[in-house]
């Protein structure tokens, strides 16, 4: 009896450490409000679909989604911008690419240029960038490779799937975060200037479904944020099969490869695919709302006290550090 209570101390311990990694102000949001809705019916917004992006930039907020008008449509980009994070606008050149495929996209700022990855026809991810947020220029797929330099499928295969992209730069290398069908999370890596090709930093995911019931089917991450030292990732996820009832969760890491999921996931079932966001005095959590089509997104406000993020973009204005190089 002895021994099992050292071990369910020991349990408890494990527990109480790993959740003294994440702070209140990353885990604890009110209830949050939409407040950005798809567009009327027949626009060619009329359902907002996947991940959406939010930046803070020159005092705005940013957001960059996908929208398609009917099933089997070409899910394209748009762009909209508000200064309280609550009222938004669309640009009047919506959407921004006409013919391309842009799907569940991340955005970062580097040398000033922004880099998008999104994925494109049969989920696989493809490169854009932009200097000015509006016009943009397809660079074409990624190439992403295993560690022996074998491709990791061939992306003509449209069962070959790359999707949900997730860029980190630092210390000079893009860090690419992607999923297959959403069976796992890997992580890949280059020193490219235009990051088009990626080796993976090892054979299997760095992180997986489960053990526990609320992401055992299904995982995809949607953000990378740097806090006091340590990577947190943000990650939707799903106990479904097939697919339905997503939430979101997080993780935390000190080298990006090894991580440590929450102890109190999932976050919240009210949407998925969530973007925390710093404006410098207030963190926000913006996320897609779900359902088949999803309806538009959510913003949610942090209840914890803040504590300043470094995010793949992160505006030069701000206190500590910019953005990482």
């Known amino acids: 009896m002895r021994k099992a209570w050292r071990y369910v101390s020991l349990l408890l311990g494990l527990a109480g450490l790993a959740a ?22 027949g626009q060619w917004d009329d359902i907002i679909r996947e991940r959406g992006f939010v930046l803070y930039e020159d005092g705005a907020y940013h957001l960059f989604y996908s929208g398609y008008r009917t099933e089997g449509a070409i899910i394209r980009l748009g762009y909209a911008t508000s200064t309280d994070g609550k009222t938004w606008t669309r640009h009047p050149e919506n959407p921004l690419l006409d013919n391309t495929w842009v799907e569940d996209m991340t955005v970062l700022k580097h040398g000033g240029t922004y880099f998008m990855m999104a994925e494109g026809v049969h989920d696989w991810a493809h490169l854009l960038t932009s200097t000015d947020r509006v016009s943009w220029t397809d660079r074409g797929s990624l190439v992403i490779r295993e560690p022996d330099g074998s491709p990791i499928c061939d992306s003509r295969d449209s069962k070959c799937h790359a999707g949900t992209p997730t860029l980190w730069r630092e210390d000079g290398t893009w860090y690419l975060f992607f999923e297959r069908s959403d069976r796992a999370i890997w992580l890949a890596s280059t020193k490219e200037d235009v990051p088009l090709h990626f080796t993976k930093v090892q054979s299997g995911p760095v992180l997986s479904p489960g053990p526990e019931p609320y992401d055992e089917v299904a995982v995809a991450c949607d953000q990378i944020i740097k806090y006091d030292g340590k990577y947190y990732m943000y990650y939707h996820a799903t106990a479904h099969d097939p697919w339905d009832d997503w939430c979101y969760c997080i993780a935390v890491s000190e080298d990006l490869i090894h991580w440590t999921k929450y ?12 973007i925390l966001v710093d404006n410098g005095h207030e963190l926000s959590l913006f996320v897609t709302e779900s359902g088949g089509g999803s309806s538009g997104m959510k913003r949610f406000s942090s209840k914890g006290p803040y504590v300043p993020i470094i995010t793949a973009t992160r505006p030069a204005s701000m206190s500590g550090s910019g953005p990482i190089e």
């Open 20 to 41: 003294g990694q994440f702070p209140e102000g990353l885990v604890r949001f009110d209830h949050g409000t939409t407040v950005f809705s798809s567009g009327h019916d």
């Open 263 to 274: 102890g109190e996931n999932p976050l919240s079932y009210d949407g998925d695919a969530p």
